[in-house]
Nanobody, 115 residues
Framework: QVQLVESGGGLVQPGGSLRLSCAAS????????MGWYRQAPGKQRELVAA???????NYGDSVKGRLDISRDNAKTTVYLQMSSLKPEDTAVYYC?????????WGQGTQVTVSS
């Protein structure tokens, strides 16, 4: 069992930056592939960024070049650094941990990009 707690969301102006954090507990963090997803009102949940247990990263097409995912296995935390934010980035951002048939989700953190 893995527990995930996101933090760092909030209101930011267009062009601004935020860093989201996802603190994991309950299992061996380093063996999980980690990801950030988001869901805007009326839309399906989509992958924003992912990082494997080996450190390989992958990004959604709409955020490439603006977001950076990283992990600190010693702190059992995964981060999402977001810059050049746009109103269309407004969504609830969810942390995800996957390994084989195991799939865990956090409660989400709201990010609102608005002037």
């Amino acid at each position: 069992q893995v527990q995930l707690v996101e933090s760092g969301g909030g209101l930011v102006q267009p062009g601004g930056s935020l860093r989201l954090s996802c603190a994991a507990s309950g299992s061996i963090f380093s063996i999980y592939d980690m990801g950030w997803y988001r869901q805007a009102p009326g839309k399906q949940r989509e992958l924003v960024a992912a990082i494997t247990s080996g450190g390989t990263t992958n990004y959604g097409d709409s955020v490439k070049g603006r977001l950076d995912i990283s992990r600190d296995n010693a702190k059992t935390t995964v981060y999402l650094q977001m810059s050049s934010l746009k109103p269309e980035d407004t969504a609830v951002y969810y942390c995800n941990a996957q390994r084989k048939w195991y799939d865990y989700w956090g409660q989400g953190t709201q990010v609102t990009v608005s002037s």
